[in-house]
């Protein structure tokens, strides 16, 4: 089994910027495919960036030129750069761990945008 735990969440200015980590374990293979994605309240919950084993990167409309993602493969960690942070950016992020027919999500972390 695969385990996640995210980190990096919190309070934060429009304009400000968070980093979330997202660190894997268990049996987490470096060639799956990570994702981040966020859940605001009474929204569904969407995908926010994806990254796969080999740095290919893709992003929702909404954060793109805004966040970034990244992986340390070493590490087996995923993360996701915030800037220019909007209020509407506020949700609980989760990351998403893909290989095969293994799947894992971690528990989520709270960031808010409120000034």
């Known amino acids: 089994q695969v385990q996640l735990v995210e980190s990096g969440g919190g309070s934060v200015q429009p304009g400000g910027s968070l980093r979330l980590s997202c660190a894997a374990s268990g049996s987490a293979s470096s060639r799956g495919v990570l994702s981040w994605h966020r859940q605001a309240p009474g929204k569904q919950r969407e995908l926010v960036a994806v990254i796969s084993s080999g740095g290919t990167t893709n992003y929702a409309d909404p954060v793109k030129g805004r966040f970034t993602i990244s992986r340390d493969n070493a590490k087996n960690t995923v993360y996701l750069q915030m800037n220019s942070l909007k209020p509407e950016d506020t949700a609980i992020y989760y990351c998403?761990?893909?290989?095969?027919?293994?799947?894992?999500w971690g528990q989520g972390t709270q960031v808010t945008v409120s000034s």
């Open positions: 998403k761990y893909l290989y095969g027919l293994s799947s894992a």
